[in-house]
């Protein structure tokens, strides 16, 4: 196109030269200058073609960098997580083993500053792997009946000695007559509830500390539930307010000095608030207090739906054999004894290999199985078992603490999955949901009849 734009000026200007029809020379001009501009036009389209094609490839190629170090990130605090929460589980569970023993008053009150400590650092590491699942878009919510009254009792009586100590009243007021039954994730719920009143107690020093719950009218059997934590500490700045709901601050520096605390608490209630469906507001001034508000949306349920919520009874118990595979000998100890003094049958095993010859050498009722360990994991001995045709019931009991860890015990044939460090409640939930059936009545024998 070039060569012949210059071609068409070039007849313009012999046409032009020699006399010819002045008419014609202009024509001649005129489409040479027209295909200049479209030879010029197609070289700047190739131009920015190019150009773009090499931006495509540096986003790409940043895209994909951010993702492995993404990745990276993630994979590392998991790791950290499992590393952590293995020892902690030891250590928790030991105090609560000892906490069932005779202590002296003094050596009770060492007991519980070890498991205050412990529990601090565990709440710590929960914090940072909530945030990583609030960056990655991973958080997940369940849906189940809970009392929500008894959910704020059960938090307020966490902090019974610590107000004590502050000499701070602490208050909650629930109407009268309002539904206390709700299906909704009463985990995620008591976590937001947990960390706004510890926050409050945080930062009051005297006066009081109320919780006020509010249900909004019903429609169509949902309604807004409103958690409403109110303070007499020092209150928020104006200008401070704008920045205390985002990760890793607090309202000033002073304040990490004098309260401590990693800013995480707020960023995360607001997350959990707002991915079920709900809001988080707050309103304060300086040295008056401050009253945070999060509004949750919630399906209104009954006592008859709490009554048939899983592991609501745990009457008729039956004894029952189990294998228990972990290669962490503390947590194998403290899991072993939880188990044992409820009555059951234990075969303890260190690796995944063992599991699978105890099982098939036992037949259990039920297996808890940890996922890493030596000579053979969790995940491959659950699925030689299941390959065996093997359906005992399988729970995980993991230090791994991420939604894609659970996934994948799942997908390798586990029934359930419990996290590092287990609650006696927890452990025992479980043998109710997936192993424990009430026991009949035994018959009257023939003598007790013949003696009748």
């Keep these: 196109m070039l060569v012949l734009g210059v071609a068409g000026l070039g007849l313009a200007v012999v046409l032009f030269v020699g006399g010819g029809p002045l008419l014609h020379a202009a024509s001649a001009f005129a489409a040479g200058a027209a295909l200049l501009w479209c030879a010029h036009a197609l070289r700047v389209r190739d131009s920015l073609i190019h150009d773009l094609t090499a931006e495509r490839i540096v986003l790409q190629a940043s895209r ?11 994979d590392f605090i998991a790791n950290i997580s499992h590393e952590i929460r293995t020892p902690l589980a030891g250590v928790l569970g030991t105090t609560a083993l000892l906490a069932e023993t005779p202590l002296n008053d003094e050596q009770r009150a060492y007991l519980t500053a070890i498991r205050g400590a412990a529990e601090g650092l565990m709440a710590l590491l929960g914090d940072i792997l909530d945030m990583s ?25 966490m902090f019974g000695y610590v107000t004590r100590d502050k000499g701070l009243v602490l208050r909650l007021t629930y109407a009268e007559g309002a539904a206390r039954v709700f299906f909704g994730d009463p985990l995620r719920i008591r976590q937001v509830l947990t960390n706004l009143v510890s926050n409050a107690v945080k930062f009051t020093a005297a006066g009081e500390v109320r919780i006020e719950i509010r249900v909004g009218p019903t429609l169509h059997d949902e309604a807004t539930v409103e958690l ?13 307010l704008p920045r205390i709901f985002d990760s890793f601050v607090q309202a000033d520096a002073s304040t990490t000095r004098r309260f401590g605390g990693t800013g995480l608490g707020l960023a995360i209630c607001r997350a959990l608030v707002r991915g079920m469906g709900g809001s988080l507001d707050v309103e304060s001034l300086p040295g008056s207090g401050s009253t945070f508000t999060a509004a949750v949306p919630l399906t209104v349920a009954s ?27 503390i947590n194998r100890t403290v899991v072993l004894a939880l188990l044992e003094r409820a009555g059951h049958t234990v075969i303890p095993v260190e690796n995944g290999l063992a599991a699978v010859a105890a099982v098939e050498d036992h037949r259990p009722d039920i297996v808890f199985m940890d996922c890493q360990m030596p000579i053979m994991d969790g995940y491959e ?30 997908a390798a044939g586990m029934t359930d999955y419990l996290t590092k460090p287990i609650r006696p409640e927890d452990l025992h939930l479980a043998l109710q949901r997936h192993a424990i059936a009430p026991t009949p009545p035994e018959p009257a024998s023939d003598s007790a009849s013949a003696a009748q």
């Design 228 to 240: 409403r934590v109110q303070d007499t500490g020092i209150g928020i700045t104006a200008e401070q």
């Design 303 to 329: 006592e008859h739906d709490l009554s048939e919520a899983p592991g609501a009874s745990v009457t008729g118990m039956r004894r029952l054999k189990i294998v228990l595979a972990d290669d962490n000998r």
């Design 381 to 410: 001995a659950t699925t030689r078992l299941r390959e065996t045709g093997c359906t005992v019931p399988i729970i995980a009991l993991t230090a791994n603490a991420r939604a894609d860890d659970r996934d994948r015990c799942l």
């Design 133 to 157: 699942k609030i960056e990655a878009g991973h958080l997940t919510f369940e849906r189940s009946p809970f009392d929500l009254r008894k959910l704020a009792e059960d938090v307020i009586g």
């Design 64 to 74: 994909q960098q951010i993702d492995s170090v993404s990745r990276a990130k993630s």
